[in-house]
């Protein structure tokens, strides 16, 4: 057997720049950034003492001698260190307690702990899976060392004369499943006799959550440390005057004096009310929802001692739209945190000590301003992997703004719900909801929601909604090209349908009266932002335009057109849609005409469910016009009808799942309603020019200047050279991917294999496109199939 390395010796990675990374101080360092939560968090003293014994744990097992020959160099693999740091958290965690007499209370939330370093670099998992201990050997380690160690850390384990000895935790480990398997089967049949609602349970899981986030984030600070920048509570002060400043600037047009009685409303409406968790703050669309959020934001967290703003968006274009609101508006640097977010230029320069630096900043929400996605903050309530418990390191005392809540899966709704109020509890958040059309409050939540609201006035109507006969993509086409108005729009139910109709559209406009755009889900990232851009730039500069899109235009993108046609939908959708007509008032009246859409004599409106197109039929069918001021009542009736039918609380036995052990039960649900279609990634190399180059957003500018891109060619180059990216950091390489990423589309599995080889899959995992027809600047990606009906 190799000769064992004195624990004091240890490192717990390489040197850098000459300094030594101990082991030891590594370990001591966790502990002492635990401590530095408990500041913030309520737990007990056998809590956080669980808490340290954790932290000192969590990387024991790179004591191991062959894991000190892996780190110097002299092997290419060590031993699963995670397994090794649970295991010995077990042991002497397990005779802390026997010590205490405290056994029995504490037993769920040390097998939780001994999980979570298990899982301490990877994805969490259910309590029932067994650990992977017949690696784990602790006689490669000087235990001996370690027992000494811990003894000054831990006194009371000395005085009890407990022992700790390669033997006794060799042994430990070899009967550990055993032992976890009676154990559970024990805490299985209390929980069952227990009598505790999904409130109940949903809130230990939450605290458990909370204290994986303590753990993981000590871990990772005591590497990094991640200063946390807060708002001061004088600072609500300069974002008040900062916000009015704006609204002064911005008092333009007919509906200016509209949106500012509607702010001044609303926060008058929140005086009587100061003492709620959750608000929802109904405004017709184009009332300015960001602004008033913020200033409702700005007198909560002067009344509160709030020091944060989270903003979570549904869309990425929504998202980075709000977030250059948000610091125009405020005057503050707001974080983007979402799948192709990268730091900006401003936030890299605070945080340039290094990448890794800045990537951990924007990880741990650590600003004062933070803009994220649905996706990233579903992941902060039920986290997946145990980097996603970063993100709540630095989530206590802030004010949440959730824009267009009404887009969350019905089926997740009401676990969204149960688990957002037990991160509030745990975290003393303020919530604000953002809606004209939002859904109920699940019945069984211990606080409901403030309602703050605007309603539409006859007076102040800016749109109306005509039902009319039935299209098809030929007479949708006529319609669109036959209008008088200057702009106009249709918005259709799937790809194909749009396809079809801007088709029929381009040959109608053969002498280019007016100019066309698509816009639909199989363009990828930066052509949707093109498309988005260019469509903004026509419409300011007052040109005849008219666009045909799916759905993914009616939530969020700040665009107003005079005329539109949209399929016939349900009504939340097609109230969300309204919001593009007339939005800013510039018009008398807008107008909106709806109808069922035929293709082949067969209505296109298969992508929603039955039951709810027939609630919605049964509404909308009442009349034959409906007006802006009428559609907030008929939201509310669709919804009440829609939740009378089903309570969509099936999803809650997923807690109770999570509460017996099998934690990704919750975990593995996502916000958004996912299709029945597997897919496929392919990398489209979309050229630009110099022009399409200005409507790029400026974090993708700055990747193509720090790759030195020339061409799409080069960025595809560079994904297969994987000996130079094996030579990157983490962080390059992560925001190399998100530059990549921006040239990839996903693609059904059944139309992908007919454009690429499936050989092309195999070989590269994200294949190019090698076909240039395939892909057209103005089209996004073609493609004749049947499966194209169930995407938008």
């Not at 209370?105 to 899982?119: E, F, G, N, S, V």
């Amino acid at each position: 057997m190799s000769r064992l390395i004195s624990f004091d010796d240890c490192i717990a990675r390489p040197d850098e720049n000459g300094h030594r990374y101990y082991l030891k101080t590594h370990l001591e360092g966790v502990r002492e950034w635990t401590r530095s939560f408990f500041q913030i968090v309520k737990l007990d003293n056998v809590e956080k003492a669980l808490i340290e014994i954790a932290a000192i744990s969590h990387d024991i097992g790179k004591a191991n001698v062959d894991w000190q020959a892996y780190i110097n160099g002299r092997k290419k693999r060590g031993p699963n260190h995670s397994w090794c740091g649970a295991m010995f958290f077990s042991y002497v965690a397990y005779h802390y307690l026997k010590i205490l007499g405290k056994w029995k209370d504490y037993k769920i939330l040390w097998l939780q702990l001994t999980r979570d370093i298990a899982d301490h670099h990877g994805e969490l998992k259910d309590l029932v899976e067994n650990q992977n201990v017949d690696s784990i050997d602790f006689s490669k380690m000087d235990v001996d060392g370690i027992q000494k160690w811990i003894y000054t850390l831990f006194p009371i384990i000395k005085e009890h004369k407990q022992k700790i000895s390669s033997a006794a935790l060799n042994d430990w480990a070899d009967d550990f499943d055993e032992f976890v398997e009676n154990l559970l089967f024990d805490i299985h049949l209390e929980k069952r006799n227990e009598n505790q609602t999904i409130i109940e349970k949903i809130d230990m899981l939450q605290k458990w959550r909370m204290m994986t986030s303590i753990l993981i984030s000590s871990d990772r600070f005591e590497i990094k440390s991640v200063q946390d920048k807060r708002i001061k509570k004088h600072d609500w002060n300069a974002i008040k005057q900062q916000i009015e400043n704006f609204c002064k600037s911005n008092r333009k047009g007919s509906l200016a004096i509209i949106r500012s009685k509607a702010q001044e409303d609303i926060l008058q409406q929140w005086k009587t009310a100061k003492d709620c968790s959750y608000y929802v703050l109904e405004m017709p669309t184009g009332y300015g929802k960001t602004v008033t959020a913020l200033k409702l934001a700005a007198e909560i967290g002067k009344e509160k001692g709030h020091s944060k703003i989270v903003y979570v968006a549904p869309y990425l274009s929504i998202l980075e739209q709000n977030a250059e609101e948000i610091e125009k508006i405020t005057k503050k640097m707001s974080l983007q945190h979402h799948s192709m977010a990268i730091l900006n230029d401003k936030t890299l320069e605070e945080n340039k000590e290094t990448d890794s630096h800045s990537t951990l900043h924007m990880q741990a929400w650590a600003n004062e301003i933070v803009c994220t996605s649905f996706v990233q903050w579903m992941r902060a309530i039920f986290p997946r992997r145990a980097q996603e418990t970063i993100r709540r390191s630095y989530l206590n005392g802030a004010i949440v703004i959730i824009d267009e809540p009404q887009i969350i899966d019905a089926s997740v709704w009401n676990l969204f719900l149960v688990g957002l109020e037990s991160l509030t509890k745990l975290y003393n958040l303020t919530i604000i909801f953002c809606s004209a059309t939002m859904p109920p409050f699940y019945k069984e939540l211990n606080e409901q929601s403030k309602r703050l609201s605007i309603a539409s006035k006859k007076e102040d109507d800016r749109y109306y909604i005509q039902r009319i006969e039935e299209l098809t993509k030929q007479s949708c086409a006529q319609k669109l090209a036959m209008a008088k108005d200057p702009t106009a729009i249709a918005i259709l139910n799937t790809i194909r349908d749009a396809m079809d109709v801007y088709d029929e559209l381009s040959n109608i406009n053969n002498n280019d009266t007016f100019e066309t755009y698509l816009l639909h889900g199989l363009m990828i990232p930066i052509h949707k932002a093109i498309q988005i851009n260019r469509v903004r730039n026509s419409l300011r500069s007052k040109k005849t335009v008219r666009v045909v899109s799916t759905q993914i235009i009616e939530a969020g993108v700040n665009v107003s057109f005079h005329y539109m046609y949209r399929a016939l939908p349900i009504i939340p959708s097609l109230v969300q849609a309204a919001g593009r007509v007339n939005r800013h008032r510039e018009l008398p009246i807008g107008r909106i005409e709806t109808s069922q859409f035929l293709r082949n004599e067969k209505d296109t409106r298969f992508i929603y469910s039955t039951s709810l197109k027939r609630i919605s039929d049964e509404l909308l069918f009442q009349k034959e016009i409906w007006y802006e001021h009428e559609m907030e009542g008929l939201v509310r009736l669709f919804y009440e009808k829609m939740f009378t039918e089903n309570s969509y609380e099936a999803v809650l036995q997923d807690i109770h799942a999570a509460y017996l052990g099998n934690w990704k039960h919750v975990s593995r649900h996502d916000v958004f309603r996912s299709d029945d279609y597997y897919r496929l990634p392919i990398f489209i190399p979309f050229e630009w020019n110099e022009e399409r180059v200005k409507l790029f957003p400026k974090g993708i500018q700055l990747l193509l200047n720090e790759f030195e891109i020339e061409n799409p060619t080069h960025i595809y180059e560079i994904f297969l050279n994987t000996t130079m990216r094996n030579s990157w950091s983490y962080e390059k390489n992560k925001r190399f991917m998100i530059l990549f990423n921006q040239f990839v589309v996903n693609v059904p599995v059944e139309l992908a294999l007919k454009i690429v080889p499936k050989d092309d899959f195999l070989q590269y995992r994200v294949p190019m496109l090698e076909d240039s027809s395939r892909y057209q600047f103005d089209k996004g990606l073609i493609a004749n199939n049947d499966v194209l009906d169930s995407i938008i």
